[in-house]
């Protein structure tokens, strides 16, 4: 069976300043990334942008929109809930090689503050890689002004599938 990790170089890790820094397999990892998450529908729908991109790291962030708010404007559940998935998605999508996406199987979502102000910023963090499942953490925060606050929580699991050859 065909796995994303060929070699164990293709997932390996660096430890720098008590950290993992990843190594990703396909150099050109930062325009899939960001096309295959901006193609989606439900992406485009949210209207949300990609921040900071590095391996087995992403940031989504989701400028502020009415739609998107519970009664008392703040961000809705649900919306938090598909942005940490999102997070979490693309930065495990930075390790895959070039013929392979992931889709998630599984995520849990930890509401500790209101989601409020001019944005949500999600960063999203590998937090170990394999050949057919990854995990990934995502941590939201609030953002007005300079202030951030961290609003949530998530651990997001997915599976490894190569693209079908046209």
Known sequence: MDHPAGSQKE????????MTVWEAANPDFERVVKDVVLSMPAARHLGFGI?????????????????LTQNDGFFQAGVLGSLADFAGGS??????????TNMT?????????PGGGDEIVARGRV????????????DLFSVGGDEEVLCAVALITLRNVR???A
């Open 11 to 18: 997932f390996s890790q660096r430890e720098r300043a008590g």
């Open 51 to 67: 921040g900071r991109l590095a391996a087995g790291e992403a940031e989504i962030i989701q400028p502020y929109r009415k739609e």
């Open 91 to 100: 930065a495990a999508g930075t390790l895959l090689p070039a013929d392979w």
């Open 105 to 113: 199987i599984d995520f849990t979502i930890k509401i500790l503050a």
């Open 127 to 138: 937090v170990k890689p394999g050949q057919l499942i990854t995990v990934a953490a995502a």
């Open 163 to 165: 693209l079908a050859k």
